[in-house]
Nanobody
Framework: QVQLVESGGGLVQAGGSLRLSCAPS????????MGWFRQAPGKEREFVAA????????WYGDFAKGRFTISRDNAKNMVVLQMNSLKPEDTAVYYC???????????????????WGQGTQVTVSS
């Protein structure tokens, strides 16, 4: 079965950077779309970024553009979310997600994604 395991979360000061990784397993993901969502206390789950496994297409939430980058680490077979210029409002649990049949319109809807990791906590202090 599909498993997604996130790592790299932690505590960072405002303006700093974190690199989150998602280790997928269970099958080939060559035909999948991979994504990241986040959820802060009292807020709905929010789209962060997504990419086709091939890297041919990427999508970003408005808050993430120019600060966050989604990519694949081919050597480690991981999906990476590089987060720079972090702000306290970026504090949330960050989730890796994957889907083989998701539509462009569904990318930003968390309930459209088939597979989810357990999440990793990111805390940005001021």
């Amino acid at each position: 079965q599909v498993q997604l395991v996130e790592s790299g979360g932690g505590l960072v000061q405002a303006g700093g950077s974190l690199r989150l990784s998602c280790a997928p397993s269970g099958r080939s993901f060559s035909s999948y779309v991979m994504g990241w969502f986040r959820q802060a206390p009292g807020k709905e789950r929010e789209f962060v970024a997504a990419m086709t496994w091939s890297g041919g297409s990427t999508w970003y939430g408005d808050f993430a553009k120019g600060r966050f980058t989604i990519s694949r680490d081919n050597a480690k077979n991981m999906v990476v979310l590089q987060m720079n210029s972090l702000k306290p409002e970026d504090t949330a649990v960050y989730y890796c997600t994957a889907d083989r049949a998701i539509t462009v319109g569904g990318i930003r809807r968390p309930y459209d994604w088939a597979y989810w990791g357990q999440g990793t906590q990111v805390t940005v202090s001021s």
